[in-house]
C-alpha cells in the first residue's frame, strides 16, 4: 500500500532534502533519562500508594513468569535499564543491549549504583547482533523492535539468538487498537538551548502502520540573534497539535516557509509498526509457535488498586502490595490468548 504523505511532509521532503536517520540518534541519544527519572527501584523507592508503582512491579513479574525457567536473559533495547535491572534478581544473567552510546552509558551507571553484578549492557544493534545461535534462553523487549529500521531483521535475529523453547517477550504498540487514537496525528515540538535550536515534527497513520519523525536544525547564531525567528518557532510549535485541519496545516506552513532560511540541516527516520494480526503473521513466519497475547496495561489490576484506594485499603508495608501486584503479573501471563492485546509472548519451537 502506497504511503500516504502529509502537507508538512510533503513540504519538508521537497523543500529540505532530509538527511536518514534513526531513533538512536535522533531520540535516544538526545534524552538524559529515558523514563525521566521516574522509574521504581531503578531511581525512586517503591511507593505502595502510587497507581504506576504497583503496574511496574506486576508488569516486571509478568516479563519475569513469561521467561519459564530461562536462566540467561536478552534485554533488547532497556532504555535506563528497564526491565532487565527490575530483573537482575530472579535471572542468572541478563545482557542488556541498545544502539544508543548514552543509553548504554545511563544502564551502566544505574546498574552500578544500584549494585547489580550480573546484568552487562553492550551497545549493539538487535538487526545484526555480534552474538552466537542460540545464546539465551529468553528474550525481553519492551517497545523496543519497532524502534529500529528493519523490526523483521531484527525479530529474525532474536529468534537465531534463542535456543530451542526459549522464549520472546516483548511489548509493541498495537496499531490497531488504541495507538494513535485518530486515524491519522501530527505533533511538532521544539529543543531550545544556548547551543541549538531543533524543530522536531512527528506524523503518525494507522493505514499503514508507521510514524515519521522529522529534525529540523536551526543555524543557532542566526536564529537567535534575530530574536523575532524564535517566537516564530514557538508559534510554529503551538500550530501542530493533533489530527490537522486545513487552516492549521496552512499557517504551519506559512511559518514553515519563513523559517526554511534559518535551517541548516534535516534530519528524518521512519518505523514500520505492528497490529496484533500483522505481528502474528511475521512471528509464525519467522518459525515462532504457541504465540499469545495481553494488555500490558493490566486493567484488572488497575481496577483493583482504584478500588483498594476509594476503599482506604492499601496497603502500606511491602510484603502484601508486591505479592498481590505479582499475582496479577503472573495471572496476566498464564490466561494470554490469541489476542489483540500489546503484550506477545511466543516460544522458539524444539525442531527450529
Known amino acids: 500500500m502506497a504511503t500516504e504523505r502529509t502537507e508538512i511532509e510533503r513540504w519538508i521532503l521537497t523543500n529540505l532534502s532530509p538527511e536518514p536517520s534513526t531513533t538512536a540518534e535522533l531520540m535516544y541519544e538526545r534524552m538524559e533519562s529515558q523514563s ?4 521504581p527501584v531503578i531511581y525512586e523507592p517503591i511507593d505502595h500508594t502510587e497507581r504506576s508503582h504497583w503496574h511496574d512491579e506486576a508488569l516486571v ?10 536462566s540467561t536473559i536478552l534485554d533488547v533495547g532497556p532504555g535506563d535499564g528497564w526491565p532487565s535491572l ?10 542488556g543491549i541498545d544502539p544508543s552510546p548514552r543509553r548504554v552509558r545511563v544502564q551502566r551507571e544505574n546498574a552500578e549504583r544500584l549494585g547489580i553484578k550480573n546484568v552487562e549492557y553492550l551497545q549493539m544493534d538487535v538487526t545484526d547482533m555480534d552474538l552466537e545461535d542460540e545464546t539465551f534462553d529468553g528474550v525481553t523487549a519492551a517497545s523496543s523492535i519497532e524502534q529500529c529500521e528493519d523490526p523483521e531483521a531484527a525479530l529474525r535475529e532474536v529468534f537465531r539468538v534463542l535456543r530451542p523453547w ?7 504498540e498495537d496499531y490497531g487498537c488504541y495507538f494513535p487514537d485518530a486515524e491519522g496525528d501530527e505533533t511538532l515540538r521544539s529543543e531550545c538551548s544556548d547551543e541549538e535550536t531543533v524543530l522536531f515534527y512527528q506524523c503518525r497513520r494507522k ?30 510549535e503551538g500550530a501542530v497539535s493533533g489530527d490537522l485541519g486545513a487552516a492549521a496545516a496552512s499557517e504551519a506552513l506559512g511559518l514553515l516557509g519563513s523559517l526554511a532560511p534559518y535551517v541548516a540541516v534535516t534530519k528524518r ?20 509457535e504457541d504465540i499469545r497475547h495481553m494488555d500490558h496495561r493490566l486493567p484488572e489490576l488497575l481496577n483493583f ?48
Request: hydrophobic share 45%; with cysteine.
Open 36 to 39: 525521566g527519572r521516574c522509574l
Open 305 to 352: 488498586f482504584d478500588v483498594a484506594k476509594s476503599a482506604g485499603k492499601l496497603d502500606d508495608g511491602g510484603p502484601v502490595f508486591e505479592i498481590v501486584a505479582e499475582v496479577f503479573g503472573v495471572s496476566a501471563v498464564e490466561r494470554a490468548g490469541k489476542g489483540p492485546g500489546d503484550f506477545i509472548i511466543a516460544t522458539k519451537p524444539m525442531a527450529a
Open 166 to 172: 526459549g522464549r520472546l517477550a516483548m511489548v509493541f
Open 207 to 236: 493505514l499503514p502502520p508507521r510514524e515519521t519523525w522529522y529534525a529540523l536544525f536551526f543555524d543557532h547564531g542566526r536564529l537567535t540573534s534575530e530574536g523575532e525567528l524564535a517566537e516564530q518557532v514557538k508559534r510554529l
Open 86 to 95: 527490575r530483573m537482575a534478581r530472579r535471572f542468572k544473567r541478563i545482557v
Open 269 to 288: 527516520f521512519e518505523l514500520s509498526h505492528f497490529t496484533s494480526e500483522s505481528i502474528d503473521r511475521l512471528l509464525t513466519g519467522i518459525g515462532f
Open 61 to 70: 513479574a509478568a516479563f519475569s513468569h513469561a521467561m519459564g525457567q530461562a
